[in-house]
């Protein structure tokens, strides 16, 4: 093992241990190490499931950035990036060094955050959970053996679940804490089970450092097509973001964080991190096949103490069960987890309302009001009286996760698109004929069809007509899927729908507001608006004009 302990050790970095270290382990030993521990169980077909306690998700309140002279004008403060003094993190700092000191063991991964080599960030992760190390070692980009010895690292992030803040002390809010200091290079993470947290601190890491060097960070999906045309998917959880972008006639780049550079869509991460409940062979057999194989961990889902055998459908630890495996236990991914630049974007949308086109063509300042926008609707609660969809906003698509001003990010995607002469689609892949509870759920086929259409260029070559409410342009025709291409002519009432756009439109213009002085007036132009009747029958009585990229 002595090839994979670094040069340069946890002494030279300042921190001092009396914990017997395990450096860089692969896969079988890490499993070894947490089932001897009693951290989890092996199942039946081979994955390790353990449990993450009372924290099943991101515990998005607890996490802190260090407000200093770099920091300060860079980071958008808000809820989602809430500022730390410095001296409170110095005491932190030092409280997470007397915890390493009291460990008997310690697991350390020196892993690359980026699979583009010359834009990819060196971390440092230190455990005291071996299926913690095996869990991120699976989700980032691991060095090969040679290259470990002489590993450098960049940041350092120190992982102790078994640690207890103290808000008075630390300037925490709980006794659990996420604190990134860009200025330091570190990030610390305590009082949480749930490995997910280191995963999305990386993410946070990489958002803040490419921007500047002109590298637009993504919370989205990617392939590559037969012809290698990459493709990149936008969408919130239950937009279909997963499920359209493993085609498998399509090479998957990754399924949830991606850069795109001068030359390149890269992936961020050596992993994936799916959804485990009421998962089925059937709806999604390539991810389904993960959870019958050695090296994946699987968390809180349950498991039969006796037997082993898995009940992906029980809920009963945690809603949002997971699994993370290597990537290339998909089998149709990328080798080097990378692609060519885009060709298409595409943003997902599950329009509850029921208002939203099948599909649309953006151009480069509507794709940035989209972005920046970020919409999904949630379907109707189950509260007696709740009847109506409710809009959700997320700026880029993951605002949780991006530390600079959601303009920096528009602003890059939107000149890539430019410069790259990049087509780009708003597909809804929710709801047809009315709204949640009166209409049906978009067909999956016509969703297929549209998006091969768009995807393999012919459909930027058909009759559109341009949408009175968001000003985007609508295709026409396509074989199979005409019907659904006007919402207004999908439902019973032609004025109920109209009376639901003009509320859609409002709820798109309020939640714009926040970023209209930090937009050019193109994009502002590109917001939706209300029309009244009159003006709606002029705009559909006109002739459908025929349109090519």
Not at 198 to 210: I, T
Request: charged residues 25%; contains cysteine.
């Amino acid at each position: 093992m002595n090839d994979r302990v670094p040069r340069r050790g946890l002494d030279a970095q300042g921190i001092a241990t009396g914990a017997e270290i395990f450096w860089n382990l692969t896969t079988a030993p890490l499993v070894e190490h947490a089932v001897r521990r009693g951290e989890g169980l092996l199942a039946k077909e081979g994955p390790l499931v353990v449990r993450t306690g009372k924290h099943t998700g991101r515990s998005a309140k607890d996490k802190f950035t260090v407000r200093d002279e770099l920091t300060s004008d860079a980071i958008w403060w808000n809820d989602g990036n809430k500022p730390m003094d410095p001296d409170a993190f110095e005491r932190l700092y030092d409280d997470f060094l007397l915890a390493l000191a009291d460990q008997e063991q310690l697991y350390v991964a020196d892993l690359y955050g980026g699979s583009q080599p010359e834009h990819r960030v060196r971390v440092r992760v230190i455990n005291e959970l071996a299926w913690h190390n095996l869990f991120i070692r699976t989700m980032l980009v691991r060095p090969d053996a040679a290259d470990l010895a002489s590993f450098d690292p960049e940041f350092t992030m120190i992982d102790l679940p078994s640690f207890r803040a103290d808000p008075e002390r630390h300037g925490s809010r709980s006794e659990t804490v996420v604190a990134v200091n860009f200025t330091k290079k570190l990030i610390l993470i305590g009082g949480t089970s749930y490995a997910g947290e280191m995963k999305k601190s990386v993410f946070g890491l990489l958002n803040f450092l490419l921007p500047p060097q002109g590298i637009m960070p993504m919370h989205c999906s990617a392939n590559i097509g037969p012809k290698g045309d990459s493709a990149i998917f936008f969408g919130l959880s239950g937009t279909g973001k997963t499920t359209l972008s493993a085609d498998p006639n399509r090479t998957l780049i990754g399924d949830d964080e991606h850069g795109w550079s001068d030359t390149a869509v890269f992936n961020f991460e050596g992993g994936c991190y799916a959804k485990m409940i009421r998962l089925s062979a059937e709806s999604e057999p390539e991810i389904y096949a993960t959870t019958k194989r050695f090296g994946t961990v699987l968390e809180n889902v349950v498991i039969d103490p006796v037997t082993r055998e898995l009940d992906l459908d029980d809920p009963a630890l945690a809603e949002n069960s997971r699994g993370a495996y290597p990537i290339d236990f998909i089998p149709n991914s990328s080798v080097d987890n990378m692609g060519p630049v885009p060709k298409n974007v595409v943003m997902l949308t599950a329009d509850a309302f029921g208002v939203l086109p099948p599909i649309a063509k953006l151009t480069p300042d509507e794709a940035m009001y989209h972005f920046l926008s970020g919409y999904t609707a949630k379907v109707a609660g189950t509260e007696i009286g709740v009847t109506e969809p409710q809009a959700t906003f997320s700026t880029c698509f993951g605002a949780p996760f991006m530390p600079r001003h959601p303009s920096v990010y528009g602003n890059l995607l939107k000149k890539r698109i430019a410069e790259g002469e990049v087509d780009c689609w708003l597909v809804n892949t929710g709801w047809t004929g009315g709204k949640y509870g009166v209409g049906r759920r978009m067909p999956i086929k016509a969703t297929r069809a549209l998006l091969n259409a768009a995807l393999d260029g012919s459909l930027k070559h058909a009759k559109f007509r341009k949408d009175p409410n968001f000003g985007f342009e609508v295709p026409v025709e396509l074989a199979g899927c005409t019907e659904l291409l006007d919402p207004r002519s999908t439902w019973a009432d032609a004025a109920e729908y109209d009376a639901t756009a003009a509320k859609l439109v409002e709820l798109f213009a309020k939640n714009f507001a926040q970023f209209a002085d930090s937009v050019d007036e193109g994009v502002r132009a590109a917001a939706p608006k209300v029309t009244g009747g009159q003006e709606r029958q002029q705009m559909q009585a006109q002739a459908p004009q025929a349109t090519s990229a």
